[in-house]
């Protein structure tokens, strides 16, 4: 009894409790099923405690990692890091100033039809668009190219970008710039040091949402980049379906999980702890 | 060869604006003076933060010239006028300490550094915030008060020519605001800039400024005193909106006298351009109530209908004809000496120097 009591003292005071936990039931059963089971079962076979022929071992071992980390599966892994970092930049300098107008300058009117039109692509399936670009990119003379990835990538995540820029750049208190401007400041430098720094936030919500899946991305870089650009996403994907070697496949997905927690606590950090 | 004489720091001459079809202002033209409090009194949507945001540059006016020091700055934008402006809800900047929102305009315009500590130590000391406790501060970590100060700081740390203030007491609580009130008076004194303050609040307007203009509709109803505003209005709007006042329907029979529903109303002389039906106006304070009056030019008899009890005054209705009721206000004590109470016939009366005005109907 006593124990209990313990417990739900804990429970309550972390916030879960009687109706919160009832409503957190059905999305925490949802990832249990398609994600942290299936998770824990990459674990075991990367550890290889899910061992050759599906026997289960007692003994775990360390040899796939370490097979994952060879030097050319490493570069595959920069070559990601590096792809994904150049399309969150492109995007946040495409994303922008396209977010600032359709916020703060446009009308009502047309605020809401750039919307549509920036969202209006998602009605159509990613593979589709994708196909598209593929023609599109050929005629260009460009398919299975290194910037043929790029500029997919681009493409694909732009919104992602402009999006949480928007929602932040609306709620941006206009009397803060004419308050900047009655103080002196030019429109340049009311941007530099008031716009700007108090986006920040939108900043780093759209880089997070374009990086993360970016450096996993598969579609594009399999669609788009054919032979000639290896991602983390194709590597995966050719070790499990190709190669059928699903021990080194779940190690390396299991340092790229990794990798991204570990610069996402970095970043966040970095920029002083501010909440997403 | 001319010799100019900087008599105002502000001038504004025939301001027109609209927006869209709607006018808001119509042809609007004031002078502030140099070292003045000048307050525009309104009610809201008469146009009075456009005007402060005409001085500022903020908006642009659709016809009509904005002066600063007799320099025309009508095409001029916002940063290059330097005029200071409080907004109604400060806009202190939200990601930027109490000294770095001080020192703003003093970075931009390229000031040492040691110079910018001194600065914005010494207008903290101005506001009565002691720098040690209150410039490392962020915004949020202040009260609503604090952040009045910091703001009034931020705008006259740059020096400006003249300080806007666009109803800054509006949001703080009856203690709070009493007391900014005489510190922004005080204040003013101290710095010696010109002060432009806009407000719907005539008690503000009346106990901080030098001159008011009241505005109403787009349009400057009179510019005067508080003493002026309240005593002389020009017209019924003014003596409705500044004070209590009762109005009296009825018309002129000659220039001295006035008739109306409980009879015959001497009056000072009027000029005759209001013929027929007119209002008389006359403030509750200064109708006289007792068991019986004389000496007095007007005097009538009435019944008391109601007492309202305001705290150091008693605000009595008068009824004095079938459907005329007169409000007067009267000290406490008079009530008490002279035990007036609900349904008693008094006297009231006045003199011809009491009526504030006769106005159009």
Same mark, same amino acid.
């Given at each position: 009894?006593?124990?209990?009591?313990?417990?739900?003292?804990?429970?309550?005071?972390?916030?879960?409790?009687?109706?919160?936990?009832?409503l957190?039931?059905?999305?925490?059963?949802?990832l249990?099923?398609f994600?942290?089971i299936?998770f824990i079962?990459?674990f075991?076979?990367?550890?290889?405690?899910?061992?050759?022929d599906r026997?289960?071992?007692?003994?775990?071992? +360390?040899?796939?990692?370490?097979?994952?980390?060879?030097?050319?599966?490493?570069?595959?892994v920069?070559?990601?890091?590096?792809?994904?970092?150049?399309?969150?930049?492109?995007?946040?300098i495409?994303a922008?100033?396209?977010?600032?107008?359709i916020? +703060?300058?446009?009308?009502?009117?047309?605020?809401?039809?750039?919307?549509?039109?920036?969202?209006?692509?998602?009605?159509?399936?990613?593979?589709?668009?994708?196909?598209?670009?593929? *023609?599109?990119?050929?005629?260009?003379?460009?398919l299975?190219?290194?910037?043929?990835?790029?500029i997919?990538?681009?493409y694909?995540?732009?919104?992602?970008?402009? +999006?949480?820029?928007y929602?932040?750049?609306?709620k941006?208190?206009?009397?803060? +710039?004419?308050?900047?401007? *009655?103080?002196?400041?030019?429109?340049?430098?009311?941007?530099?040091?008031?716009?700007?720094?108090l986006?920040?936030q939108?900043?780093?919500?759209?880089?997070?949402?374009v990086?993360?899946?970016?450096?996993?991305?598969?579609?594009?870089?399999?669609?788009?980049?054919?032979?000639?650009?290896?991602?983390i996403?194709?590597?995966?994907?050719?070790?499990?379906?190709k190669f059928h070697?699903?021990?080194?496949?779940a190690?390396?997905?299991?340092?790229?999980?990794?990798i991204?927690?570990?610069?996402?606590i970095?970043?966040?950090?970095?920029?002083?702890g501010?909440?997403i | 060869?001319?010799?100019?004489?900087l008599?105002?720091?502000?001038?504004?001459?025939n301001?027109?604006?609209?927006?869209?079809?709607?006018?808001?202002?119509?042809?609007?033209?004031?002078?502030?003076e140099?070292?003045?409090?000048?307050?525009? %009194?309104?009610?809201?949507?008469?146009?009075?933060?456009?005007? =402060?945001? /005409?001085?500022?540059? %903020?908006?642009?006016?659709?016809?009509?010239?904005v002066k600063?020091?007799?320099?025309?700055?009508?095409?001029?934008?916002?940063?290059?006028?330097?005029?200071?402006?409080?907004?109604?809800? =400060?806009?202190?900047?939200?990601?930027?300490?109490?000294?770095?929102?001080?020192?703003?305009? %003093?970075?931009?315009?390229k000031?040492?550094?040691?110079?910018?500590?001194r600065?914005?130590?010494?207008y903290?000391?101005?506001?009565?915030?002691?720098a040690?406790?209150?410039?490392?501060r962020?915004?949020?970590?202040?009260?609503?008060?604090?952040?009045?100060?910091?703001?009034?700081?931020?705008?006259?740390?740059?020096?400006?020519?003249?300080?806007? =203030?666009?109803?800054?007491?509006?949001?703080?609580?009856?203690?709070?605001?009493?007391?900014m009130?005489?510190?922004?008076?005080?204040?003013?004194?101290?710095v010696?800039?010109?002060?432009?303050?806009?407000t719907?609040?005539?008690?503000e307007?009346?106990?901080?400024?030098?001159?008011?203009?009241?505005?109403?509709?787009?349009?400057?109803e009179?510019?005067?005193?508080?003493?002026?505003?309240?005593?002389?209005?020009?017209?019924?709007?003014v003596?409705?909106?500044?004070?209590?006042?009762?109005?009296?329907?009825?018309?002129?029979?000659?220039?001295?006298v006035?008739?109306?529903?409980?009879?015959y109303?001497?009056i000072?002389?009027?000029?005759?351009?209001l013929?027929?039906r007119?209002?008389?106006?006359?403030?509750?304070?200064?109708?006289r109530?007792?068991?019986?009056?004389?000496?007095?030019?007007?005097?009538?008899?009435?019944?008391?209908?109601?007492?309202?009890?305001?705290?150091?005054y008693?605000y009595?209705?008068?009824?004095v004809?079938?459907?005329?009721?007169?409000?007067?206000?009267?000290?406490?004590?008079? /009530?008490?000496?002279?035990?007036?109470?609900?349904g008693?016939?008094?006297?009231i009366?006045?003199?011809?120097q009491?009526?504030i005005?006769?106005?159009?109907?």
């Open positions: 009894m006593e124990f209990l009591k313990i417990k739900m003292k804990i429970l309550s005071r972390i916030g879960l409790h009687g109706t919160s936990l009832f957190l039931f059905p999305p925490l059963v949802f249990a099923i994600f942290y299936p079962i990459a075991l076979y990367s550890i290889g405690i899910i061992g050759r026997v289960i071992n007692i003994a775990p071992t +360390l040899s796939y990692f370490i097979e994952a980390l060879n030097p050319l599966y490493l570069k595959v920069a070559n990601s890091l590096y792809i994904a970092a150049i399309t969150t930049i492109s995007c946040l495409i922008y100033p396209v977010a600032y107008y916020a +703060l300058k446009a009308s009502y009117k047309l605020r809401n039809l750039l919307m549509i039109a920036v969202i209006l692509p998602y009605w159509i399936s990613f593979l589709l668009r994708t196909y598209a670009l593929m *023609t599109i990119l050929s005629s260009l003379n460009m299975f190219t290194y910037h043929a990835v790029v997919g990538m681009i694909d995540y732009l919104p992602f970008m402009i +999006l949480p820029l929602v932040n750049l609306e941006l208190d206009r009397s803060l +710039l004419e308050a900047s401007y *009655t103080l002196g400041a030019s429109p340049t430098k009311t941007f530099l040091k008031v716009t700007l720094p986006s920040l939108g900043i780093i919500a759209g880089c997070i949402l990086f993360v899946p970016a450096t996993g991305e598969f579609i594009v870089p399999y669609m788009l980049g054919g032979v000639s650009v290896t991602t996403g194709t590597l995966t994907w050719d070790l499990f379906l070697n699903w021990w080194r496949g190690a390396l997905s299991i340092i790229y999980i990794f991204i927690l570990a610069m996402l970095v970043y966040v950090k970095k920029i002083g501010i909440e | 060869m001319v010799i100019w004489k008599e105002y720091d502000v001038e504004l001459i301001i027109t604006k609209k927006y869209g079809n709607t006018p808001v202002l119509s042809n609007i033209s004031l002078n502030v140099s070292n003045e409090f000048f307050s525009i %009194l309104g009610p809201s949507g008469s146009g009075k933060t456009t005007i =402060l945001r /005409i001085i500022a540059g %903020l908006v642009k006016p659709d016809d009509g010239l600063i020091k007799g320099v025309d700055v009508t095409f001029l934008p916002p940063y290059r006028r330097r005029v200071g402006m409080i907004f109604q809800h =400060l806009a202190l900047f939200p990601h930027l300490t109490v000294f770095e929102n001080i020192a703003y305009s %003093l970075r931009i315009m000031i040492p550094e040691n110079e910018i500590r600065r914005v130590k010494e903290l000391e101005i506001v009565n915030l002691p040690e406790i209150y410039a490392g962020r915004i949020n970590q202040l009260s609503g008060g604090q952040q009045q100060r910091v703001a009034i700081a931020r705008a006259l740390v740059m020096e400006p020519k003249v300080l806007l =203030l666009d109803e800054p007491l509006g949001s703080l609580d009856f203690k709070l605001r009493q007391h009130m005489l510190e922004l008076k005080r204040l003013q004194r101290t010696g800039t010109t002060f432009i303050y806009v719907h609040d005539q008690e307007a009346l106990i901080m400024s030098d001159r008011i203009a009241v505005l109403n509709n787009g349009r400057i009179q510019i005067g005193s508080p003493s002026e505003i309240y005593g002389k209005p020009k017209n019924r709007f003596a409705s909106f500044i004070g209590e006042a009762n109005f009296i329907n009825g018309k002129l029979a000659g220039d001295e006035f008739v109306c529903s409980f009879g109303v001497k000072p002389r009027v000029n005759t351009s013929n027929g007119a209002v008389l106006s006359i403030r509750p304070e200064r109708i109530i007792g068991l019986s009056l004389e000496g007095l030019d007007n005097i009538y008899k009435g019944e008391i209908e109601e007492k309202i009890y305001t705290g150091s008693v009595v209705k008068v009824k004809s079938e459907d005329t009721f007169l409000k007067c206000l009267v000290p406490v004590v008079d /009530i008490e000496n002279l035990g007036l109470e609900e008693m016939n008094v006297a009366g006045w003199n011809k009491d009526i005005g006769i106005f159009e109907d």
